[in-house]
């Protein structure tokens, strides 16, 4: 049992990092005090199922995830537009909609988004992450704010840029714009090239 429940915690503070959550987050989204999810990281508290199905909700993982041995890896992974997955970063809190696209999960340092950026409920607030962030514009326009400086990128213009910087992307013209983001994460890539 102690293995499992060693295996949940790590597990759930693993996957809570590459969302790029707080333990704060995820209380508010599930309801729960930030207490118990770091108890429940720490392995002080075995969770009961109904609470691991919603922090697994929250995380956007299946609750198998939890308890795997092994993880399959398939050489292959398909998202139909009727699975679409939404997931939950840094990036909600200031208005930001992400999309998980296919994703390989041996590749677990490279996630693929759709972002959406609604005028109506973004704000301008300065973020950073751990990382790189590639991003082309699909649809619509961004202002785009790095640091200090601010450009506006519309439809087929791309960014790349190391994700310590403080940056924001609002929408231009008060039109949703449509963005496709890769974020590389450098500790999952190193730690992905120390176990291959």
Request: proline share 3%; glycine share 6%.
């Amino acid at each position: 049992m102690a293995d499992i429940e060693i295996k949940i915690g790590e597990r759930v503070r693993k996957i809570r990092n590459e969302r790029g959550l707080t333990l704060q987050d995820v209380a508010n989204f599930t309801g729960f005090s930030k207490a118990l999810i770091s108890q429940i990281e720490n392995n002080i508290v075995m969770p009961p199922i109904n609470t691991l199905a919603k922090i697994a909700k929250v995380l956007n993982v299946k609750m198998t995830y939890f308890f795997e041995e092994e993880i399959n890896h398939h050489d292959y992974y398909v998202v139909k537009q009727d699975e679409k997955k939404f997931i939950f970063r840094e990036g909600v809190k200031h208005g930001y909609m992400y999309e998980e696209l296919a994703k390989m999960k041996s590749f677990d340092y490279l996630d693929w988004l759709l972002v959406t950026i609604k005028p109506d409920k973004c704000d301008d607030k300065l973020f950073s992450h751990e990382g790189y962030e590639y991003m082309y514009i699909v649809e619509g326009g961004i202002t785009m704010k790095m640091g200090n400086e601010v450009m506006d990128l519309v439809a087929g213009d791309s960014i790349a840029f190391n994700s310590k910087i403080p940056h924001a992307a609002v929408p231009m013209d008060d039109q949703t714009a449509l963005v496709l983001s890769a974020h590389l994460k450098i500790e999952a890539l190193q730690e992905f090239i120390r176990n291959n």
